[in-house]
């Protein structure tokens, strides 16, 4: 009874081997470049990039000024207003790095924010053409080691199916 169940076990990779196989490949950046929505994704990136930079300067400026002014006067303080300013000026410098990391953290949020939505648009083409077509794999060139003469490109059938 073990042999026959050892023998089945054997057998049986054999006939999922002798399945017919469809690989394609999709072409997935050249399609997101491809898409209307990626454009209006990279300008509102661009707008919320140029108002972080933007207010980044006003405080940039403002320290700038309160150091310059500080070197200045520096002389013709006394101590107890020589302190005052410096923790001024650290303070401005603190409000600075904490903007920063918030903006790039607020930039990073936005941005897969954006980007979700086109991805799964994408990810849902290449599924509805697989089922038509009957890929049984479907991978992108970017991670594909070796592409064969067989090999079908699918990314005209996934354009054609988002309309681009």
Same mark, same amino acid.
Request: aromatic share 8%.
């Given at each position: 009874?073990?042999?026959?169940?050892?023998?089945?076990?054997?057998?049986?990779?054999?006939?999922?081997?002798?399945?017919?196989?469809?690989?394609?490949?999709?072409?997935?950046?050249?399609?997101?470049?491809?898409?209307?929505?990626?454009?209006?994704?990279?300008?509102?990136?661009?707008?919320?990039?140029?108002?972080?930079? #933007?207010?980044?300067?006003?405080?940039?400026?403002?320290?700038?000024?309160?150091?310059?002014?500080?070197?200045?006067?520096?002389?013709?303080?006394?101590?107890?207003?020589?302190?005052?300013?410096?923790?001024?000026?650290?303070?401005?410098?603190?409000?600075?790095?904490?903007?920063?990391?918030?903006?790039?953290?607020?930039?990073?949020?936005?941005?897969?924010?954006?980007?979700?939505?086109?991805?799964?648009?994408?990810?849902?083409?290449?599924?509805?053409? #697989?089922?038509?077509? #009957?890929?049984?794999?479907?991978?992108?060139?970017?991670?594909?080691?070796?592409?064969?003469?067989?090999?079908?490109?699918?990314?005209?059938?996934?354009?054609?199916?988002? #309309?681009?």
């Amino acid at each position: 009874m073990k042999k026959l169940i050892v023998l089945l076990f054997m057998i049986l990779p054999l006939g999922a081997i002798a399945q017919e196989v469809k690989i394609a490949y999709v072409n997935t950046q050249d399609i997101f470049l491809a898409l209307p929505d990626a454009g209006d994704m990279e300008k509102k990136m661009a707008d919320l990039n140029e108002k972080y930079k #933007g207010e980044l300067k006003t405080m940039q400026d403002e320290y700038t000024k309160k150091y310059s002014d500080f070197v200045a006067q520096q002389d013709s303080l006394t101590e107890n207003i020589k302190l005052r300013r410096m923790q001024e000026i650290e303070d401005i410098r603190g409000r600075i790095d904490n903007f920063m990391q918030v903006a790039q953290q607020d930039i990073q949020k936005k941005q897969g924010e954006l980007l979700q939505p086109i991805q799964d648009k994408i990810q849902k083409a290449i599924k509805a053409v #697989g089922d038509e077509k #009957g890929y049984t794999y479907i991978v992108d060139p970017q991670v594909l080691l070796y592409t064969g003469t067989n090999a079908i490109d699918a990314t005209s059938f996934v354009k054609s199916k988002l #309309g681009i």
